[in-house]
């Protein structure tokens, strides 16, 4: 749980005008020069001890109404069937450029780093299994300081909790490019199907990364499609200023339940749907639906 200590501490920050996380980041390790270019590093911080917290309004197509922070937001599915437990999901979006806001309390500030994060996984929006949870994703970012959004690659990562995120192995993506992301108990993969893709169905990936994992210890009981907002490596603590995506569409929603073979395979319809929502950034950040009969799940980035 996020302590009171902890939002005053940000949204003060932000208030004064000392929100100038590069300072401190200069001094990590976060940037590793690497000819002209480096990489930053979202902290992937979520454990199951520290669950989000806060209320949603369940609706089958409807947009979240919740009024208290979370630095997530997108569709969560729970497991209706006490008997069987989700295994795979999957979706297939287009990586969503970082931009520099220029609304709201974090508007154009050049002295500090944006970036937004899109995953999907098994029992990794409440964290409430407490063997572990299951996720992969894409993160993107926008460098203020220097204003050139292509040198800031989007890192493609994995994490069966407790274990740490890795990144894919052998994998890289672009803004603009289209993946699919399959997150199962026994692998992982992302498949990168490049530019200007609207459908992948048939198509070979230019690249596939697959990692095998044990995931025996994911209860199953929920899948999510999410947009979050983590903290900076070396910077926690304080969720990053979420940069302009403009709008993330999680396509070819599914997700499998039920035994070794077979089970049965169903989309979104019926997820519960939030958003995120961090005061010291103007509050609501996002706004997101589920739409298509449930086959698809968008988050549009909103400043109010
Ligand atoms: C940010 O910069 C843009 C482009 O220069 C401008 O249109 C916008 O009004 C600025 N926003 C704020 C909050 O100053
Ligand atoms: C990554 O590429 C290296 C070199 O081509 C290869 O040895 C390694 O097996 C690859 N790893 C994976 C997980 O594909
Ligand atoms: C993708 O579309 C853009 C704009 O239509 C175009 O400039 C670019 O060459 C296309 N790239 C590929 C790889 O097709």
Redesign the pocket.
């Known amino acids: 749980m996020k302590s009171p200590t902890y939002l005053i501490t940000a949204s003060l920050l932000f208030t004064l005008g000392l929100a100038t996380p590069t300072t401190t980041l200069s001094k990590t390790p976060t940037r590793s020069n690497d000819g002209q270019q480096y990489q930053l590093r979202l902290l992937h911080t979520s454990t199951p001890s520290s669950p989000s917290s806060f209320r949603t309004t369940s609706s089958r197509i409807g947009i979240a109404s919740q009024q208290q922070e979370s630095t997530k937001g997108g569709a969560l599915l729970t497991s209706d069937d006490a008997t069987s437990s989700f295994k795979q999901i999957q979706t297939t979006f287009l990586i969503p450029q970082a931009k520099i806001p220029t609304r709201g309390p974090t508007a154009n500030q050049t002295t500090i780093l944006y970036a937004s994060s899109f995953h999907i996984g098994i029992d990794s929006f409440s964290l409430l299994c407490p063997s572990g949870f299951l996720r992969a994703g894409v993160d993107i970012f926008y460098d203020g300081t220097l204003g050139d959004p292509s040198l800031q690659k989007p890192q493609a990562w994995y994490q069966l909790y407790p274990s740490d995120p890795s990144v894919f192995?052998?994998f890289t993506v672009a803004e603009g490019e289209t993946v699919r992301v399959t997150v199962g108990n026994t692998e992982v993969k992302i498949e990168n199907f490049g530019l200007n893709v609207t459908c992948v169905n048939g198509k070979i990936p230019k690249q596939v990364?697959?990692?095998k994992i044990d995931g025996k210890g994911v209860c199953g009981k929920e899948a999510g499609w999410i947009v979050e907002d983590f903290p900076l490596a070396g910077l926690p603590g304080i969720p990053v200023a979420l940069a302009d995506f403009g709008s993330v569409r999680f396509g070819g929603v599914s997700v499998k339940s039920g035994g070794e073979e077979g089970g049965i395979e169903k989309n979104a319809e019926g997820a519960t749907v939030s958003d995120i929502w961090v005061e010291a950034q103007g509050g609501r950040l996002t706004s997101c639906e589920v739409g298509m009969e449930g086959g698809e799940v968008r988050c549009d980035r909103v400043f109010e």
């Open positions: 192995p052998n990364s697959t990692v």
